[in-house]
């Protein structure tokens, strides 16, 4: 066994030993093989790059070859072409008359060209239009086909206007599809509103819903063509004309050229523009209609209006046009392409309700038009696009939307402040001729005859400029006529005082007037000489009067000067005539005139018709004025003012705790309403946030209070006087019911022009709650439109110094004479 089992070693290391050796082989035999073939492939490769040059050396002797035979031939050809002349003259000719052909092609296709533009083509007027040209057929043929084979849709497809405006504008739609289907006589229309409200848009959707082409131009594009502006307009004229469909020729900013021609500033080249507009226009077209747009319809010439059949007003949207403007343009800017599903699409919508999102920012847009509203939702586009993941919360619209809104109001400062300027300016030059042939004047200078006033007093006293004084409840306003403000500024109190003098060099005298009393009103008892526009003491007011001619003050003399006095509307016949029996027997001046505090703050503003709210320390009074004229039976008046928003504001402040019940106290009070109080547009979110928003105040003694909502609660006594169980309407239901008690053709002039007036009108956000209540309680076909000059606490007083500066406003005066000679009967008869 033993034996055996070496044996099968000895086989097994045998077999073992021959495999190996046969595995060695079949390496060294692998090896042999490869280094061969790569051996046989170096040397194939240096035999083919042999090869490889020996062709290239072949190609290059053959094109040397060639090059050679090509010189020699073109030397040889050149050198009898220039040898021979008739081959020279015949070669110059020929390439003579390729040019010539080529250029005169090629000049002779624009001459066509623009010949054929210029007679089907747009005029140069035109900045857009939908009328296919050849032109414009050249350029973008895709965009023409889309425009001849488009369909008709609704012409308000895209347009959020108001229920009322949106009937309107359908209908006048409808009569035009039907106008161009019976080939009638188009009516021209003028569009009026503030920029941005669809205007433009309406226009094009229009001419499309009609059947009809449209063409835009604009009316500041035809004063810069100087005399080239007249055959533009008649260019323009015929062009549409031979519109085989019809033309809606849209003239946008009209009124940059169709101002009236009595302006002394428009030129020579515009009126002749203007006159060519006018004849084109003579009659009506069955070929194209007008319509024009501006934001200033009353500066168009009268003949411009007479050519107009129809005026649509295009107002800022109302609350809930804003809700529906923005929830189209979030739905087609935001919503739609946020879910469109695309990979590439970076917008993405975070989770909150979008639909409550956009009306609670159509509550705070007021005043933003459709324009604005837009861009506004681009920008939250925008903001999404801004940030890391793409994405749009509720946070970015809400601070997106603060920033627009700053913006916007920046926009409307601005505004005012160009408007104030004009208004001005416009005062300036052109109010003093507007008074004098105002119906007041005229019926003064007709009432007097031929009698001259300057007949019947001194020349020399006459020829002073008169004194203005504004007669306030609560302060004084006075100055030289011709001024820009009064020199005079004083609270209308007297101080006496109200402690024993027990040290001689004490403070002196027994009555303080003006800064004195202001300055040492702790220790004296202050009483005001007039309560609701009515002098309750005149033996105080008398020493005020006389105050206002001391050398602190005025500096002059009473019997110097003329006199204009001012005064609440609808007071005694009595109270003028003591008035006048102080400045004639007391005060010795040589001429006097009492004038409605109303009537002059309408002068100050460049107007000689509109209804004032003047609301001052006293009374509050509403005056509808035509011409000059005040309305007697429109008048409105509320003994409740600013005064006695104070006496409430110290109640609540008693309420309080703190307790301010002394005379001198009450003034304390008065410059914490001054300062801090406000009108509130929604009284009730206003009282749920008052003690988050609580605002000290620091007394003049360094005692901080705090002030919540007494803020706010003591002014609304003037929209709601039952609020101190007054039976007074408030403030917007007597403008409203100044305005009604006119004629009905005067209302919506007066409703367009309510200017306020007096101090209490300074308080914040005043006018923001007249005009919303305004808009609640008026005709909705009204619109609403309020002015409040930054200077309205002294407008009163610059209207009467516009008014004694005037030259024939000296017929008006009362002398002393005619007082001396006629008595108290001459008041009478004068200031009935």
Known sequence: MKFLRNLVYAFSATIEHELSLKHKYELEKIEAQTKAQAKAARENRDVNLEQLKLHEEELRKTSIEKIRTA?????????DFISDPKKITAAVGGLTALAVG????KHSTGVVARYTEARLGKPSLIRETSRVTPLETLKHPIKTAQMVFRKKHDPLKGVVL??????????IAITTANTRRNNGLFRNVMFYGPPGTGKTLFAKSLAQHSGLDYAILTGGDVAPMGRDGVSAIHKVFDWANSSRKGLVIFIDEADAFLQ?????TMSEDTRAALNAFLYRTGEQSRRCMLIVA?????QFDWAVNDRLDQLVEFALPGRDERERILLQYFDQHIATPATSGSRSQRLKLAEFDWVKKCAEIADITEGLSGRELSKLVIGWQASAYASEDGMLTSAMIDANTEDAIRQHKHKMEWLEEEQIKARDQKARTTLPGRIENCRLFGFANSWRGSRDSEDRMDYDVIANQPVVIDNGSGVIKAGIAGQQQPSVKFANFVGRPKHLRVMAGALEGDVFIGPKAEEYRGLLSLKYPMEHGIVTDWNDMEKVWQYIYSQEQLNTFPNEHPVLLTEAPLNPMKHKEKTAEIFFESLNAPALYIQMQAVLALYSTGRTTGVV??????????????????????????DLAGRDVTRFLRLLLRKEGVVLHRSSEFEIVREIKEKECYLSTNPNKDENST??????????????????????????ILFKPELIGEEWAGIPQLVHNAIQKCDMDLRKTLYANIVLSGGTTMMASFGDKLIAEMRRIAPPENKIRISAPQERLYSTWIGGSILASLDTFRKMWVSKKEYDEAGKSVIRKKFF
Not at 71 to 79: F, N, R, V
Not at 294 to 298: H, L
């Open 691 to 716: 003690m988050e928003n609580e605002s000290p105040y620091i007394l003049p003694d360094g005692t901080s209070i705090l002030l919540g909502a007494c803020r706010f609660r003591a002014p609304e």
């Open 162 to 171: 108001s229920p009322a405006l949106e009937r309107r504008l359908r209908d």
């Open 294 to 298: 501006s934001n200033q319809p009353e």
């Open 613 to 638: 709210l003047d609301a001052g320390d006293g009374v509050t009074h509403v005056v509808p004025i035509f011409e000059g004229f005040a309305m007697q039976h429109g008048i409105e008046r509320m």
């Open 102 to 105: 080529w250029f005169a092609a």
């Open 260 to 264: 009236k021609r009595s302006k002394g």
């Open 71 to 79: 010189g020699e031939l073109i030397g040889s050809g050149l050198q």
